[in-house]
């Protein structure tokens, strides 16, 4: 199969763990990677961020990614970072509609403890592993029964069920020692 124009400048032969090859792929995909991004988020900053996680994920996977398949690692990394970071935002906000207006009823003990608790959940939900995180925002936030999970992702019912049940089970470890 002939390669495209856009791995012409490549020696195929070459590994992405290489420095010079791994500078070259970053030269030629960075600026489209962060655009992208860009155009996606509407912050430059967070697309800066999400191309340099998607670039250190690929140096960190750079002996199973082939030439070929670099533009596409790349791209779907970043995109699911930021998937995940918009995931993330909804808690949030559905949490902040949810709190309370009227705090004038709580104590400043009541209102402390409560926010150490909001800090605490939400690093706990992004130390979650990525499919464990995903199961139960789509059920916590988005209301999704498992069904309709597992029909989104591609997986059985059983599998999101066990999914949610690790996902239960890690939160409560990690908000105790967070």
Same mark, same amino acid.
């Given at each position: 199969?002939?390669?495209?124009?856009?791995?012409?400048?490549?020696?195929?032969?070459?590994?992405?763990?290489?420095?010079?090859? *791994?500078?070259?792929?970053?030269?030629?995909?960075?600026?489209?990677?962060?655009?992208?991004?860009?155009?996606?988020?509407?912050?430059?900053?967070?697309?800066?961020?999400?191309?340099?996680?998607?670039?250190?994920?690929?140096? &960190?996977?750079?002996?199973?990614?082939?030439?070929?398949?670099?533009?596409?690692?790349?791209?779907?990394?970043?995109?699911n970072r930021f998937l995940n970071q918009?995931?993330?935002?909804?808690?949030?906000?559905?949490?902040?509609?949810?709190?309370?207006?009227?705090?004038?009823?709580?104590?400043?003990? *009541?209102?402390?403890?409560?926010? &150490?608790?909001?800090?605490?959940?939400?690093?706990?939900? &992004?130390?979650?592993? &990525?499919?464990?995180?995903?199961? *139960?925002?789509?059920?916590?936030?988005?209301?999704?029964?498992?069904?309709?999970?597992?029909?989104?992702?591609?997986?059985?019912?059983?599998?999101?069920?066990?999914?949610?049940?690790?996902?239960?089970?890690?939160?409560?470890?990690?908000?105790?020692?967070?």
């Amino acid at each position: 199969m002939p390669r495209s124009d856009q791995y012409a400048h490549y020696d195929m032969s070459e590994s992405i763990c290489e420095e010079k090859t *791994f500078e070259s792929v970053f030269v030629t995909h960075a600026e489209n990677l962060r655009n992208f991004m860009y155009y996606k988020s509407g912050d430059l900053q967070r697309s800066e961020d999400l191309m340099q996680e998607a670039f250190s994920k690929l140096w &960190e996977e750079c002996a199973k990614v082939s030439m070929e398949k670099v533009k596409s690692f790349l791209f779907t990394v970043a995109n699911n970072r930021f998937l995940n970071q918009q995931k993330h935002r909804k808690v949030v906000l559905k949490f902040e509609k949810q709190a309370p207006k009227n705090s004038q009823s709580e104590s400043p003990q *009541f209102l402390m403890e409560e926010k &150490e608790f909001e800090i605490r959940l939400m690093k706990a939900i &992004e130390e979650l592993p &990525e499919g464990q995180r995903e199961v *139960f925002l789509m059920h916590r936030i988005d209301e999704l029964k498992y069904r309709e999970i597992a029909e989104r992702l591609g997986v059985s019912v059983k599998a999101i069920e066990k999914r949610m049940h690790k996902a239960l089970v890690a939160l409560r470890k990690i908000s105790k020692r967070v």
